[in-house]
């Protein structure tokens, strides 16, 4: 297996404005993602066991869509762990190459085989950091295949990869498919576009028989990765008799039916997303700083046309933070850049009597804050009219 070269080296989520500036590199120009929450008493699961492997090797260091592919590769597995639902499956998180600081061995199991916990999942997920070393796929696949000896029932293995320095490794996966036959089937899915790892997932699509090699690009939007988990996890369950129930109503006008509206009484013109909150996007600001940035301002310049045809309506805008850094602090920066908000409103002729401001620095987190992914949606400002 050659050397490979070493280079230094991610939901929409409801009513949120992101707010980036605390440490951790965050993947940029990604699609906005907002999971997509399957209705359990719907579906049941197609599998009785899944495993993830993902490329932890040098070459995922190489860039893809302006980030490492490394860190597509690890938006795509915290997307997906964001929408399989659980539904008592068994599950593992198993990657190969490692920088040295992470693992010393060609494959590692970082989590699993147990039944699946998305909240775990995610804590071992955010433990591979970095990426380094050789592209070991078939001893992941072999090791794999020892993980599944005692369990029954069909397994899904998806395989999140560049697939470049591979081309000896499709032996084992051939060799796994004769040991399981049709109970397990492989579902890769390439980082990167380069011909030669499209040319090798494919065939390791093609020895697991059941689907053709998917890319990175058409699964990290939310439409795109609920659609692969529905074909490769779920299958529908039994429908209920139904019972007639009365036509739903959006009270608000705002698109979204009463049932599904999350944030019921939203202003007309202000622009919602799937459960019915007012969402602003990617409004930044630099590193540790209070500062709107100037791309922000054409997002913010639709608040107040808004507010300023509604001055009946006000508003509070709510402060978030990740949990790097001490109470004190990120408390203070999450009023800072919430009143930055209230100040730009006010200086376009908002009176700040209708712009109230709350910092709640890191208590009420909507991720996880054990990934960077995680970490990222927690840093925001929330509207809330009344």
């Known amino acids: 297996m050659k050397k490979k070269r070493f280079v230094q080296a991610l939901l929409a989520i409801t009513a949120v404005l992101f707010l980036f500036g605390c440490a951790a590199k965050e993947p940029a120009g990604l699609p906005p993602f ?4 399957f209705d359990a008493s719907m579906y049941q699961s197609k599998v009785n066991n899944f495993v993830i492997i993902l490329d932890a090797s040098s070459s995922m ?9 490394f860190m597509i590769g690890k938006a795509i597995v915290e997307h997906m762990n ?3 639902p659980e539904l008592g499956q068994t599950a593992g998180l198993r990657s190969f190459g490692h920088a040295d600081s992470i693992s010393k061995n060609e494959t590692e199991l970082f989590y699993g085989m147990e039944s699946y916990s998305s909240a775990a999942l995610a804590e071992k997920l955010g433990a591979i950091s970095e990426a380094g070393g050789y592209s070991p796929l078939g001893a992941a696949i072999a090791a794999m295949g020892n993980d599944l000896e005692s369990l029954p029932g069909k397994t899904a293995v998806i395989i999140v990869s560049d697939g470049l320095d591979m081309k000896q490794d499709a032996a084992q996966a051939k ?3 004769e040991q399981y036959g049709d109970a397990i ?8 576009n380069d011909e030669e790892g499209a040319a090798f997932l494919s065939e390791i699509a093609s020895i697991g028989g059941c689907a053709s090699l998917m890319n990175a690009k058409d699964l990290l939007g939310t439409e795109g990765m609920a659609a692969f988990v529905e074909n490769v996890f779920l299958q529908r369950a039994a429908a209920p008799a139904p019972v007639p129930a009365p036509t739903p109503m959006d009270s608000d006008g705002d698109g979204v039916l009463d049932p599904d509206d999350q944030c019921p009484g939203t202003p007309a013109g202000a622009k919602v997303n799937a459960v019915g909150c007012w969402v602003l996007d990617n409004v930044l600001f630099d590193f540790d700083k209070d500062t709107i940035k100037p791309e922000a301002f054409s997002q913010l310049d639709a608040i107040y046309e808004i507010l300023e045809k509604n001055p009946v309506i006000s508003i509070e805008l ?3 933070t990740d949990n790097i850094g001490s109470e004190k602090y990120n408390m203070d920066l999450s009023q800072r850049r919430a009143n930055s908000v209230a100040k730009y409103l006010e200086d376009k002729g908002i009176a700040r009597n209708r712009l109230a401001t709350t910092g709640f620095g890191f208590d009420k987190p909507v991720a996880l804050n054990s990934t960077d992914y995680g970490r990222s949606l927690n840093r925001r400002v929330e509207i809330h009219p009344y």
Request: proline letters at 7%; one cysteine or more; glycine letters at 10%.
């Open 61 to 69: 260091d190489d860039d893809c869509m302006g980030n490492p592919k």
């Open 175 to 177: 060799a796994v498919k």
């Open 185 to 192: 089937c492989f579902y890769p899915i390439q980082v990167g």
């Open 34 to 37: 907002s999971a997509k929450k």
């Open 318 to 320: 709510q402060g978030h």
């Open 82 to 84: 964001m929408t399989i």
